[in-house]
T-cell receptor, first 114, second 112 residues
Framework: SAVISQKPSRDICQRGTSLTIQCQVD?????MFWYRQQPGQSLTLIAT?????????ESGFVIDKFPISRPNLTFSTLTVSNMSPEDSSIYLC???????????FGQGTRLTVV | LAKTTQPISMDSYEGQEVNITCSHN???????ITWYQQFPSQGPRFIIQ???TKVTNEVASLFIPADRKSSTLSLPRVSLSDTAVYYC?????????????FGAGTRLFVKA
């Protein structure tokens, strides 16, 4: 199994600013994903973080708002840009190891925008 | 990816067996059925996965009928700590790649 560390675990930010969330995995993984989970809701996939190329975004999410980096097989960042209160949510990093169909998740980053 | 339908919430008491059923009428031939559990303030955790018939592990059992249009997660003798949201997912590399797409989930409340 993969162990995922996310930083920060929580933050309170001013509207109009940006926050970068880090995801570190203890092993090399092929697939990394970023999710958003709004209070009391299910998880929504934001994008797939591809190593060495641009991220692939799901409908409703764009690179200008959620730029993602994936410099290597163990690390990724998600930036929430020009934040508004509507961006208040939990952001989760997830990985899948090659052909294994089980997904592992980080503890999440709880973001509050004021 | 096949759409899944689960009850929004369920209540149970400690020591009871809990069965959560998930409907997935449009499941594809290559799709697997996977269940995740999520506690408050934590990321989801894999519970069990199956393709057909019955799968059992140390945590739960998964029952899948021959037509595979539904599945039932069975939690034996639940305790208070089993209070969580349970997600049923259906997919495969052929139908959704490696993406894990979540439905609404079932909120299970276990009472003393």
């Amino acid at each position: 199994s993969a162990v995922i560390s996310q930083k920060p675990s929580r933050d309170i930010c001013q509207r109009g600013t940006s926050l970068t969330i880090q995801c570190q995995v203890d092993s090399q993984v092929t697939m990394m994903f970023w999710y958003r989970q709004q209070p009391g809701q299910s998880l929504t996939l934001i994008a797939t973080a591809n190593q060495g190329s641009e991220a692939t975004y799901e409908s409703g999410f764009v690179i200008d708002k959620f730029p993602i980096s994936r410099p290597n097989l163990t690390f990724s960042t998600l930036t929430v840009s020009n934040m508004s209160p509507e961006d208040s949510s939990i952001y989760l990093c997830s990985v899948r190891e090659g052909g294994n169909t089980e997904a592992f998740f980080g503890q999440g980053t709880r973001l509050t925008v004021v | 990816l096949a759409k899944t339908t689960q009850p929004i919430s369920m209540d149970s008491y400690e020591g009871q067996e809990v069965n959560i059923t998930c409907s997935h009428n449009n499941i594809a031939t290559n799709d697997y059925i996977t269940w995740y559990q999520q506690f408050p303030s934590q990321g989801p955790r894999f519970i069990i996965q199956g393709y057909k018939t019955k799968v059992t592990n140390e945590v739960a059992s998964l029952f899948i009928p021959a037509d595979r249009k539904s599945s039932t997660l069975s939690l034996p003798r639940v305790s208070l700590s089993d209070t969580a949201v349970y997600y049923c997912l259906v997919g495969s590399i052929n139908t959704g790649g490696f993406k894990t797409i979540f439905g609404a989930g079932t909120r299970l409340f276990v009472k003393a």
